[in-house]
């Protein structure tokens, strides 16, 4: 069972079917030839989180008969991810849903047409991109580069017309788009930042500043990217658990016969594979604002709703239901030996450290956005996502940036409970939280045993201020503690000045007073909610 067989002639579904695998319901190829002609939607991110969501959604529409266009992936950081994610089986691929019952969909997903390099060194890869983005019919360009790509630094900046960062590439194209026309268009974020469109639209038109201030561009290619009835920008809000593909999944796909399960390993560090393995559940809320129409996602599953709802959705996952969860338990998990979040359910300390914290501490200043209930939703990430034993997520994947989610995830909560007036030093477990943090730092875990931080852009400096905070009997000196807690890069607050500096200072004291202390520590706090 190979994917290029299922294009061929005389391809026989029978083995597949058999099998249980979902193959595509529609025409494939007259699919593919509409949208080369007539391009409505172009994505840049050719990662896992876009082939089994916002791919997979339009798979469904196309299943249905909804639509007649596919989508046309972009990939810049890592082109050879492309050639062996998506060319290597003609941009075909199979999606993989773990489902915490225990049984698994298998869904041959067909909707990307074409597969595409951003990078100068493909010549026919960039006059094609150059032809989508002058083409009228074009309607939506959407994002998952994780919230690292919308930078536009200084020295990209400098580079003019040829700019490295996928933001600068996406302005050179949209100023080809406009020479050509102004055509209308729209940007749609799908990643995990707050107010996600207003990120891509300041990222955009710095570059386009820059290059008007240089005479690069027409001032008035600045006033198209800034008219919202031109150039829309949405908000929206993604949530879809897509780890690496596993090789679980990968035994399990060979067993059945399905020949493509090979899993390459990128000269820059990227597993391409022809599969990609997720959770059964998703959410993509959109704000309904597009300049040229769009794609008809709602036949999938997409929710459209007006920006407020979209901005309450966020708050609800990112601030309360979903993230802060996910950041605290892969601290205690890196610290107690876990190496699945499923596993981690398991563990009743853990499990009612985050049920707590979500309904006792989150919860409480989180607005039902009302298309999605926050009970509910929480409820379902405790007995569904979080445990589902066949979902291969770690808490080391977890807790890279851990410095850069911090402000977001639980900084956020500590100003909405200061903005309406309510007691942040009631606060428990979102302290111990950062306590944890200043523990995990340090790279030893609960057995006395030497780790190693997960990835973080200040994991050097944080790591150095706490080296030399020593716990010892008598007086102590708290001074590297307070150089890390009074961070408003870090926490989103100065820890010390909101009132809860010396709480979190005695809770790092009781986390690092020997072997098991953390274990000791999140049960003895857990049990005084």
């Given at each position: 069972?190979?994917?290029?067989?299922?294009?061929?002639?005389?391809?026989?579904?029978?083995?597949?079917?058999?099998?249980?695998?979902?193959?595509?319901?529609?025409?494939?190829?007259?699919?593919?030839?509409?949208?080369?002609?007539e391009?409505?939607w172009?994505?840049?991110g050719?990662?896992?989180?876009?082939?089994?969501?916002?791919?997979?959604?339009?798979?469904?529409?196309?299943?249905?008969?909804?639509?007649?266009?596919?989508?046309?992936?972009?990939?810049?950081?890592?082109?050879?991810?492309?050639e062996r994610?998506?060319?290597?089986?003609?941009?075909?691929?199979?999606?993989?849903?773990?489902?915490?019952?225990?049984?698994?969909?298998?869904?041959v997903?067909?909707?990307?047409?074409?597969s595409l390099?951003a990078?100068?060194?493909?010549?026919?890869?960039?006059?094609?991109?150059?032809?989508?983005?002058?083409?009228?019919?074009?309607?939506?360009?959407?994002?998952?580069?994780?919230?690292?790509?919308?930078?536009?630094?200084?020295?990209?900046?400098?580079?003019?017309l040829?700019?490295?960062?996928p933001?600068?590439?996406?302005?050179?194209?949209?100023?080809?788009?406009?020479?050509?026309?102004?055509?209308?268009?729209?940007?749609?974020?799908?990643?995990?930042?707050?107010?996600n469109?207003?990120?891509?639209?300041?990222?955009?038109?710095?570059?386009?500043s820059?290059?008007?201030?240089?005479?690069l561009?027409?001032?008035a290619?600045?006033i198209?990217?800034?008219?919202?009835?031109?150039?829309?920008?949405?908000?929206?809000?993604?949530?879809k658990?897509?780890?690496?593909?596993d090789?679980?999944?990968q035994?399990?796909?060979h067993?059945d016969?399905?020949?493509?399960?090979?899993?390459?390993?990128?000269?820059?560090?990227?597993?391409?594979?022809?599969?990609?393995?997720?959770?059964e559940?998703?959410?993509?809320?959109?704000?309904?604002?597009?300049?040229?129409?769009r794609?008809?996602?709602e036949l999938?599953?997409a929710?459209?709703?007006?920006?407020d709802?979209?901005?309450?959705?966020?708050?609800?996952?990112?601030?309360a239901?979903l993230?802060?969860?996910?950041?605290?338990?892969?601290?205690f998990?890196?610290?107690l030996?876990?190496?699945?979040?499923?596993?981690?359910?398991?563990?009743?300390d853990?499990?009612?450290?985050?049920?707590?914290?979500?309904?006792?501490?989150?919860?409480?200043?989180?607005?039902?956005?009302?298309?999605?209930?926050?009970?509910?939703?929480?409820?379902t990430?405790?007995?569904?996502?979080?445990?589902?034993?066949?979902?291969?997520?770690?808490?080391?994947?977890?807790?890279?940036?851990?410095?850069?989610?911090?402000?977001?995830?639980f900084g956020?909560?500590?100003?909405?409970?200061?903005?309406?007036?309510?007691?942040?030093?009631a606060?428990t477990l979102?302290?111990?939280?950062?306590?944890?943090?200043?523990?995990?730092l340090?790279?030893?875990?609960?057995?006395?045993?030497?780790?190693?931080?997960s990835?973080?852009?200040?994991?050097?400096?944080?790591?150095?201020?706490?080296?030399?905070?020593?716990?010892?009997?008598?007086p102590?000196?708290m001074?590297?503690?307070?150089?890390?807690?009074?961070?408003?890069d870090?926490?989103?607050?100065?820890?010390?000045?909101?009132g809860?500096?010396?709480?979190?200072?005695?809770?790092?004291?009781?986390?690092?007073?020997?072997?098991?202390?953390?274990?000791?520590?999140?049960?003895?706090?857990?049990?005084?909610?």
């Open positions: 069972m190979k994917l290029t067989d299922i294009l061929k002639l005389g391809f026989d579904p029978a083995p597949w079917e058999e099998k249980g695998y979902l193959l595509p319901k529609f025409d494939v190829q007259s699919v593919r030839e509409k949208t080369y002609r391009p409505t172009v994505h840049f050719a990662g896992n989180i876009f082939r089994a969501f916002p791919a997979a959604l339009l798979q469904k529409v196309l299943d249905e008969g909804g639509y007649d266009r596919g989508v046309i992936v972009v990939g810049g950081h890592d082109t050879q991810a492309i994610g998506y060319r290597e089986y003609d941009n075909l691929s199979l999606l993989v849903e773990l489902k915490s019952d225990g049984s698994v969909e298998k869904r997903i067909a909707s990307v047409t074409e390099r990078d100068r060194q493909f010549a026919e890869d960039t006059v094609r991109l150059a032809s989508i983005f002058e083409n009228a019919s074009l309607q939506m360009v959407s994002f998952t580069i994780t919230e690292k790509g919308y930078a536009s630094p200084e020295d990209d900046l400098a580079r003019g040829a700019p490295e960062r933001m600068g590439k996406v302005a050179a194209l949209l100023l080809k788009r406009f020479l050509a026309g102004a055509h209308p268009i729209t940007l749609q974020s799908m990643d995990n930042c707050a107010r469109g207003d990120v891509v639209r300041a990222a955009i038109c710095a570059y386009a820059a290059w008007c201030k240089a005479g561009a027409p001032d290619f600045l198209y990217l800034q008219d919202e009835k031109r150039v829309a920008c949405p908000w929206s809000m993604i949530d658990i897509t780890p690496r593909p090789e679980e999944v035994k399990m796909l067993a016969g399905f020949l493509d399960a090979e899993i390459a390993t990128t000269e820059k560090g990227t597993l391409a594979s022809a599969f990609v393995n997720a959770e559940v998703g959410y993509l809320v959109m704000e309904d604002s597009y300049a040229n129409g794609p008809p996602l999938g599953g929710i459209y709703a007006g920006r709802t979209v901005d309450l959705v966020e708050k609800m996952k990112v601030g239901c993230n802060p969860l996910h950041t605290a338990m892969s601290l998990g890196c610290l030996g876990y190496t699945r979040i499923s596993e981690e359910m398991k563990d009743p853990i499990v009612d450290f985050i049920t707590k914290l979500a309904h006792r501490e989150a919860l409480p200043i989180i607005k039902n956005p009302g298309v999605i209930s926050p009970e509910e939703f929480l409820e990430v405790l007995t569904k996502r979080f445990p589902n034993p066949f979902l291969p997520d770690a808490p080391q994947r977890i807790a890279t940036d851990t410095s850069q989610k911090l402000p977001i995830r956020e909560t500590i100003k909405a409970y200061l903005e309406r007036g309510m007691d942040v030093k606060l979102i302290p111990l939280t950062f306590a944890v943090y200043a523990r995990y340090r790279g030893i875990d609960d057995r006395g045993v030497p780790f190693t931080p990835p973080d852009p200040k994991l050097e400096e944080l790591s150095t201020i706490v080296a030399s905070f020593e716990v010892r009997v008598g102590q000196d001074s590297p503690l307070r150089r890390l807690f009074s961070r408003n870090v926490f989103g607050v100065d820890l010390y000045e909101v809860l500096g010396e709480k979190i200072e005695g809770m790092v004291a009781e986390l690092y007073s020997g072997p098991g202390a953390v274990r000791e520590t999140l049960r003895k706090y857990v049990q005084q909610m």
